[in-house]
């Protein structure tokens, strides 16, 4: 049975980790939306979900990076929502080229190649990606901590809506 391109990213993916990084694949047959991966960082004792992609690069700036067919309104929203918990999540991509991009699940969305570009997320490479990922993982949990402090201080503080 031949492997999908989702499942070769993860092997690569997997075969580049530092040591110190732990990869989780999550299938998830009951609900729609759910990233593909778990990565917990055992240094910090984070983790960040990653929704993984494999598109082709447009090659017109305006044209659109991640379409609908790549990436569904659940899925967006689903990344949207981590943020309410201060849970980091990140749409990675590779495209025909084999290069690799990381997205904020913050602003997940249908992007075009002229607004991929204006974010940066393209990475240089595997040992670039995973010490992105793991920034990302660092600033979540600076924040997290951040919230869970003023939940103590002000018990009355409102648990964000679904």
Known sequence: MASKPEQNFYAAMRKNAPPEVNLERIE??????????????????????????????????????LRKTDISAEQIN???????????????????????????????????????????????????FFSKLRAIIGVAAMFSARKHTQRIINPRMQEPDE
């Open 28 to 65: 998830n047959l009951a609900s729609r939306g759910w990233a593909d991966i778990l990565m917990e960082d055992t240094i910090c004792g984070g983790s960040i979900w990653l929704e993984t992609k494999v598109v082709h690069r447009p090659d017109r700036p305006t044209s659109v990076f």
């Open 78 to 128: 689903w990344h949207k929502r981590r943020r309410q918990f201060a849970q980091a999540s990140v749409i990675v991509w590779r495209d025909q080229d084999r290069n690799l991009y990381i997205l904020k699940g913050k602003n997940a969305a249908y992007l075009t190649l002229a607004e991929v570009t204006a974010l940066k997320c393209r990475v240089e490479d595997w040992p670039d």
